[in-house]
């Protein structure tokens, strides 16, 4: 419940802060002209409405399983950042269009100094915020608040990207070459773009992997693999399957241990207890475990 609370607190902080951006970013880069600034403007207003809809899934999925939902509501995480990924690469991917089309019209020209003093602010503020948020979701373990944290470290390069672009722009223009500088503004959309292209692919991959149920991590999967191969020597179990998925915060693990002559749990209360020490010992991983574990003495129920 702590966690939960927790989450809820920093992504309505990540939403007021990122709806400050937003106003500042689209009011200053239409003073300036700057399409650079407008974009960063327009990118915190899509984070808004995606941190809004994180906070809506992470309270759906807090509620639990019921008669419709009998496995839980964790699959709302994937799927929220699913849409997170989409609308993020669809604002790339218009944004580099437009930056292509202002680069072949010859650039676009400026007021650098105001856009220098935008991008320093900016590339502090979202450092800070993207800090901050890093440190907390380290400890809750929140794949929507890490994506959330994602969002903001996307915006920090952006505005240090942009900052140094600007700087070009002011160096090229006291050398006498504006014609030069009108492009910087183009450009730098255009580069980043094509560099934040990258992030909304990385969580589209994250989010039909869970969505489509496929293996988790290679790093829980491992952790997964040496709980169970320990209980089968423990025990004496001739063989086990492992079958195992993450999905948002639900860790699904499907287990069938092949019960030989060798296998000193026999009872309904020492297969319980074989149940609790796999729960015990994967409770660090910081997920909400599903546990079927099954027991037969024929290996072709367990393949």
Not at 82 to 111: F, H, P
Request: hydrophobic share 50%; glycine share 8%.
């Amino acid at each position: 419940m702590k966690n939960s609370r927790t989450v809820t607190r920093l992504i309505l902080l990540s939403i007021w802060v990122a709806l400050f951006w937003a106003a500042a970013a689209i009011v200053w880069g239409l003073s300036v002209s700057s399409q650079m600034i407008v974009f960063d403007g327009l990118y915190s207003l899509i984070s808004v409405l995606l941190s809004t809809l994180s906070l809506l899934a992470f309270r759906v999925i807090r509620k639990g399983q019921s008669k419709r939902f009998p496995f839980g509501r964790d699959a709302l995480e994937p799927l929220t950042i699913i849409v997170k990924a989409i609308a993020i690469g669809s604002l790339c991917v218009y944004a580099l269009i437009v930056a292509v089309m202002d680069l072949l019209a010859g650039g676009r020209d400026i007021d650098t100094g105001w856009a220098v003093a935008y991008a320093a602010a900016a590339t502090t503020g979202c450092g800070i915020v993207a800090f901050y948020l890093h440190r907390k979701q380290r400890a809750v373990r929140s794949d929507l608040l890490r994506a959330e944290t994602t969002q903001w470290l996307m915006d920090t390069v952006l505005s240090a990207g942009v900052l140094a672009g600007f700087i070009l722009a002011v160096i090229l223009e006291r050398l006498g070459h504006e014609a030069a500088a009108n492009y910087i503004d183009p450009a730098m959309v255009a580069l980043v773009c094509l560099l934040f292209l990258v992030m909304p692919a990385r969580l589209l991959g994250q989010g039909l992997r869970e969505v489509l149920q496929m293996a988790p991590p290679a790093d829980i999967e491992g952790r997964l693999r040496n709980c169970i191969d320990a209980i089968e020597q423990r025990y004496g179990f001739d063989d086990s399957y492992l079958r195992s998925t993450k999905i948002g915060g639900q860790l699904v693990l499907e287990v069938d241990f092949v019960v030989g002559e060798e296998t000193s749990a026999r009872s309904v209360e020492s297969l319980d207890t074989i149940r609790q020490d796999i729960t015990d010992d994967l409770g660090d991983l910081g997920y909400d475990l599903w546990l079927s574990a099954s027991f037969t003495g024929d290996r072709r129920w367990a393949e």
